[in-house]
Structures are given as C-alpha cells and as structure tokens.
C-alpha cells in the first residue's frame, strides 16, 4: 500500500469497515511511515473532538456553511 491508498481508505479504516487484509496492509503501511501515521493521528483527533460537539452548539449559519462545503466531498 502507498500513501495515497491509505488516504483514500482512512476513513473506512477508522469505522472498522476494511476486510482483514486491505487493514493488515493499511497497518504495515503506517507502522513504517511517520507521514502517514501523523494524518492516521491527526483524523482521530478531529474524529474524537467533533464527536463531541452537540449539533445544537454550532452557530446555525456556520453549521449551514460546514454541510455546503462538504455536500458534494467524496
């Protein structure tokens, strides 16, 4: 796996949605690239600290503002 395999799968690696193998590779992958485990990093911590943010907390037009942007992002 390169780097930019494991970006385009990080995100199912994080909802555990990987098969067994495609995740063995993802994990050989960052356990020897110092890049890509900052961004595996990095996508936890954004994962973790909006998880805890309440919807109702976000000010209603920049909640408007996050859901255009990413609308239409793959």
């Known amino acids: 796996m390169n780097c930019n395999e ?7 690696y994080l909802d555990g949605a990987l ?5 063995a590779r993802f994990d050989v992958h960052v356990a020897g690239c110092d890049g890509c485990e900052h961004y ?8 973790d600290t909006l998880g805890q943010v309440r919807g109702d907390e976000l000010d209603p037009a920049f909640r ?8 239409d992002w793959r």
């Open 6 to 12: 494991l970006v385009e799968l990080v995100t199912a």
């Open 19 to 23: 098969d067994l193998d495609t995740r």
């Open 40 to 47: 595996l990093q990095q996508l936890r911590t954004t994962v």
């Open 64 to 71: 408007d503002r996050l859901l255009t942007a990413f609308r």
